[in-house]
C-alpha cells in the first residue's frame, strides 16, 4: 500500500448547479429547461424536469450540515440567472433570490465551506432565449454581462471565487450540434457563433470584474477537457486527435486561458463556411482578459481515428475530421453507457495545462463516478449504501492526479460530481453520483459509503491505496 499526501489547503468538496439542486419555488422567471420540459416531457428520462430536484432553496441548511459531515472544505455550485433577474431589460433583480444566495452564502462560510460560485451553467432565461435566440444574439452577451456585475456587486464580498462558465462547449454541442439541449439546432455556422459569443461573454464579464477590484477574490472558467486518443500511431489517426483537440478543447482553451485564438482554428472555420462575425474590438477584449484559475472537468476520454466512411451529414459538425473509436481493450464503466474508465488522463490533462498554458493554478471542478440506483444497492442496516465501486475508481484517478502534482502541476482542490444525487438534463436521475442519495419520493438524503472515506481524505489530506 502507498500513502498518497496531498498539499496543505488543498480544497476538497463537490460540484452541482442551482438549477439541478435549487427547485422552482419563487423562482422569478423559467430557463430553457423549464420551457422546453413544458413542450417536450417525453424527452427527459420518466418525464422528470428540473421541478423535482434536492431542494436545496428549502433545504440549505439542512444541506450545509450535510456537506460537513463529508468532510468538505469548499463547494461549487451556481447562481441562477433566471432566478436572480426579474426584468432582463431593466436589470431589476428579485429581492427573494438575493435574501436566498446571501444566506446559503453565509450558511457556507459560517460552517468553514469556501463557496465558488458559477454564474452561467447551461440555464440560459427561456425569454432571452426565445426572443433573441440566447448566445446566438450579442444582445444577450451584454445582458449577460450586466447579470455578472449585478452578482459581483450583491454578493463580491462573500465569495472569492467566480466562474464565469461551466463547460460552454455544451450548450453549443447540445443546442446547435447533436441535439440534447434546448434549442434543439443543427446548423454549424450557427454553432460556431454561438461558441465564440460565449467567449466574448466571458471576456467582457472577466473585464467587469476586474474593474470593481473586489479584494481577496478572483475569476476564472471551467472547462471539460476531454484529451484525443488514437487507434494507433498512423499518420493519419494522429492528424484526426489535432483535429478533436482543436476542435474541442482548444477551441476554448485557447483563448479563454492563453488569451489566443489558434489560427488553425480561424483557418479550418474559413475552410467550412462557418467564419464568426467578429469585430476587432471584441478581439482585443478576448484576448486581453486574464483569469486568474482554471477549472477542469473530466470524466471521459476521447477516442477517435481517421474518418473512413462518408461524412453525410448536411450540416458542419467536428466530425467532418474524424470518427469516434472504441478502444477494444479498454475498461468501461458498466453502469454508465459503458464509457471507457481512463485514470492516466488526468495525468495527460495536467501536463498539458502546466506544459501548454503557463501551469496556471488550476483544480479539478468535476471528477464523477456514475452508478445507477440498482446498482448501488440498498441501505444496509446502519442505513448506509455501499458505493465502493465509486470509491475504488476514485483512488485510482487520484493516484494520477497524485504523480502530476509531483510532476509539477498546479493543481489546488478536487471537487467531486456530485453532492447529493441531483437531477441531471435530458437524463433526470437515471444516473446517481452524489455522497447521499436523494430519495425522490420522501427528499431524503441517504448517505453512502463513498463519504465515510471522502471525509477521511478531506480531513487527512491523504490516503492509501
Known sequence: MNKYIFPENFKWGAAASGIQTEGITNKANESIWDLWHNKSPERFYRGIGSSLVTDTYNRYEEDVQL?????????????????????????????????????????????????????????????????FGGFESKKVVDLYVDYAVKAFELFGNKVKYWITFNEPIVPVEGGYLYDFHYPCKKDGKLAVQVGYNIILAHAKAVKEFHKLNIEDSQIGVVLNLTPSYTRDEREEDQKAAWYADLLFNRSFLDPMVKNEIPQELCDV?????????????EIACITSAKIEFLGVNYYVPRRVKAREAEYELDYFTPEVYFENYV????????????????????????????DNYGNVPWFLAEIGIAMDEASEGKPDENGIIDDTFRTDLMKEHLIQLHRAIEDGANCFGVHQWTFIDNWSWTNSFKRRYGFYRLDLETGNRIPKKHGVWFKELATTGSFEG
Open 67 to 131: 456537506m460537513k459531515k463529508v468532510g468538505f472544505n469548499s463547494f461549487r455550485t451556481s447562481i441562477q440567472w433566471s432566478r436572480l433577474i426579474k426584468n432582463y431589460e431593466t436589470g431589476e433583480v428579485c429581492q427573494d433570490a438575493v435574501e436566498f444566495y446571501n444566506n446559503y452564502l453565509d450558511e457556507m462560510i459560517a460552517n468553514g465551506i469556501e463557496p465558488m460560485m458559477n454564474l452561467y451553467h447551461f440555464d440560459m432565461p427561456a425569454e432571452l432565449q426565445e426572443k
Open 327 to 354: 478502444n477494444p481493450e479498454g475498461r468501461f464503466n458498466p453502469y454508465r453507457d459503458n464509457n471507457e474508465i481512463l485514470p492516466t488522463a488526468i495525468h495527460d490533462i495536467a501536463m498539458n495545462v502546466k
Open 269 to 281: 472555420l474559413a475552410e467550412q463556411g462557418v467564419t464568426p462575425e467578429t469585430t476587432e474590438e
